[in-house]
């Protein structure tokens, strides 16, 4: 076990605070109007965690913390002999289920060789065949008329491996994939080049806190930020107005674009997708205990 001096972590908790509230103030301001944005919307809302769950420090599972008697966000933690320390039992107790199937969809991620051809089709997908006014974003602009997007959607072809993007698919987009994954066959499906898992590292390392380090926890964020920015990019829908460039995936040189930023993506989520293993790995090392432990102090 790692253990830190309360100047020690006490300086990690604050510069942890500065800079997620730094790199979030637009978002807050946004949130505060309610004003949308087409990337951060989605990073707040799908996987349902707020700038605060972001700035909140959590040291994970594996280290200690002294003087933390008065630590904040005590769920899982112990105090015994001044030193604060995480409950892995505890976790494991009440969200196994969860630890074990983030091991398992993550160890088979990390063991299979990346794909780049889906050419991000599934965004379109989810417009296939729609008039503007009922897609998922009614408040954005699509980039070509309807009968345009069906045109481009059957010429370039869809290869999406990943279920909780294929779902939101229309329904006459659904034959037209290559595959048809479920959620049964998501772990023989996901793979390291697809956009979308690794987005799920962030929804993974959210579930997994206060096991996972915030700063982990933040990274996975940052990454899920950008990968965001991409698919909307490379989508159908227009993003000019928010000052983003469209990724023209209906041209070969735009394929080309968009598979360099796959390539990218997988090199970035590799050592956090390895992080996130090591948690899974500790916290299933644990004895399952019975109770919710909260700090004593």
Known sequence: MKILSEPEWRLRAGE?????????AEVVWRRDRGLKHPVDDFLFHYYNLRPSHLARWH????VGLEGGQGFAGGQFHTTTGGLTTFVGGAFLAKRGGTVATAHELLSATAGRQPRFGCFGMHEWAMVYRLEPGETRHPYLKLRFAPEEVARIVEQVGCRCSHFDAFRFF????KPLNLLQ???????ELDQPGCLHVNMDLYRWAGKLSPAVASELLFETYLLARDIREVD??????????WGYEPIKVETPVGRAEYVAHQR??????EPLRRQLL????MLNSCQPSGAVVRIQG
Do not use: N
């Open 278 to 281: 090591e948690v899974t790995t």
């Open 232 to 241: 909307m990019r490379a989508s159908a829908y227009d993003l000019l107005e």
């Open 170 to 173: 229309t329904g006459p987009a």
């Open 59 to 62: 040291p994970g599972i594996g």
């Open 181 to 187: 994954p479920t959620r049964e066959t998501q772990r």
């Open 16 to 24: 942890h605070r500065e800079r997620v509230e730094a790199e979030l």
């Open 264 to 269: 990218e993506f997988a090199r970035r989520a």
